[in-house]
């Protein structure tokens, strides 16, 4: 009897060690189940396609034309380093492709100049790096640069890219702005070989109007923000920075 009772119970642990291992096995098998994705930070890759589900879908690109330099770290330095600082209206912007390199050409009219004897209700250029591009036209142009044929897209031309470099949004048409800019000649676009400028820094260049605030406000990157001594302003406020740092020049 006791014999019996013994392999019964042999028998029974068996049984329990191998479902114990069965079960483990299972648990560390990969499951088909995607991961949830929701606390997960996805940085768009400019060079791949996106579905476009709205307006102004925004793009990120580390464009290899962006500024390597190190930050300007205030205002005076800006002022200093800069050919050219007006206050302007955007009347105009159009986005231009290299490739599939996206740029913006803004005509500002002058409203002030700073520094650098541009008059009053003159029209100049700005270059930008970014802009706002069609879906297909910018999904074609990767493509032919790829493989040189162009995409096969059914997306509408009511659907915009939102190219940005650093996170720094191109001016728009109507914007009010005061901008650190120096004169450029870019053979490589016949729109920028007269009367043309770009961003000192590309991004830290200009400061935008906060119609709610009065304020203009700078843009600097995240990344940035510890090493630069970033203000807004009034607009008399800048025009009195401006005469005095034009006076420190000077003397």
Request: charged content about 25%; glycine content about 6%; some cysteine.
């Amino acid at each position: 009897m006791k014999k019996i009772i013994a392999a019964v119970l042999c028998i029974f642990i068996s049984l329990c060690l191998c479902a114990c291992k069965d079960s483990g096995t299972k648990e560390s098998q990969p499951t088909d189940n995607p991961v949830s994705d929701s606390n997960v930070s996805v940085k768009v890759d400019y060079s791949q396609a996106v579905p476009a589900k709205q307006k102004n879908t925004v793009r990120y690109t580390e464009s290899s034309l962006s500024m390597a330099t190190e930050p300007i770290k205030n205002d005076a330095e800006m002022f200093e380093a800069s050919p050219v600082v007006i206050h302007g209206k955007v009347l105009e912007t159009n986005y231009l492709l290299k490739g599939s390199e996206v740029f913006t050409k803004s005509e500002v009219s002058v409203i002030e100049c700073y520094k650098g004897g541009l008059k009053k209700g003159q029209v100049i250029k700005i270059r930008e790096i970014g802009g706002f591009v069609p879906s297909d036209v910018l999904d074609n142009a990767i493509a032919l640069e790829k493989t040189g044929k162009e995409a096969n897209t059914q997306k509408s031309k009511q659907v915009i890219y939102d190219i940005r470099v650093k996170d720094n949004k191109v001016m728009e048409k109507g914007e009010d702005v005061i901008l650190f800019v120096y004169p450029i000649d870019y053979s490589d676009f016949e729109e920028f070989k007269t009367d043309s400028y770009q961003l000192v820094r590309v991004w830290q260049g200009k400061l935008l109007l906060d119609e709610e605030t009065g304020l203009y406000n700078p843009y600097i990157p995240k990344d940035e923000l510890q090493y630069v001594d970033a203000k807004s302003y009034t607009s008399g406020e800048f025009g009195t920075f401006a005469k005095t740092c034009v006076k420190q020049q000077v003397s």
